[in-house]
């Protein structure tokens, strides 16, 4: 194999892996309700959910992560939700230049450790991109799923797609954890 041939697969394999991933990403269930349990007590949902303390509380939700904190339509904080409920906000922008990724580890980290007490609520303003690419960083983090079998698995449960920077940016994930994995 030459240099330039090595150099165009990688070159091209990104494109299309990312390519493949929208494709799965398009089909399937094409709707969402406001919330959707995609894993056991961990609930994706948008902007409306996370204003219903009342729906919450029945959910059994004790922890809410808001992957759009500070923007016009998500203003949570602790103070709207009180002492009941944990809030972990991260001001992410559904734009495909946002550097996602650097809320990876710790989002992943707030799910977990809510996820041993009781229900977590991880939203944004529409529940498909921003706070879907949180959850499927912890199903790959914490969960050991690789990004296609956790796109797979929160499918079953809710439409999601994340915007093609932050996929691009869980494909590099998924890279880094495979590597690890393989290190061992």
């Not at 809510?114 to 879907?132: I, K, M």
Request: with cysteine; net charge neutral.
């Amino acid at each position: 194999e030459s240099h330039s041939d090595s150099t165009l697969k990688r070159l091209v394999q990104p494109v299309f892996i990312q390519s493949m991933l929208e494709d799965m990403l398009h089909g399937g269930q094409l709707s969402c309700n406001h919330v959707d349990e995609v894993w056991p007590n961990l609930f994706l949902g948008d902007m409306y959910m996370s204003h219903d303390r009342y729906a919450l509380w029945r959910l059994g939700i004790t922890h809410v992560l808001n992957a759009a904190h500070g923007k016009m339509c998500c203003k949570g904080s602790d103070d709207f939700y009180g002492t009941t409920v944990k809030y972990y906000g991260v001001p992410a922008n559904d734009l495909p230049t946002f550097d996602i990724s650097p809320f990876f580890y710790p989002s992943a980290h707030y799910i977990h450790d809510a996820l041993s007490t009781t229900g977590v609520f991880v939203h944004c303003a529409v529940g498909v991109s921003r706070s879907a690419a949180l959850v499927l960083a912890y199903l790959m983090i914490y969960c050991n799923y690789s990004l296609v079998d956790a796109i797979l698995k929160v499918k079953e449960r809710r439409w999601i797609f994340p915007n093609r920077g932050f996929l691009k940016q869980l494909i590099i994930l998924n890279n880094e954890l495979n590597y690890k994995a393989q290190s061992k």
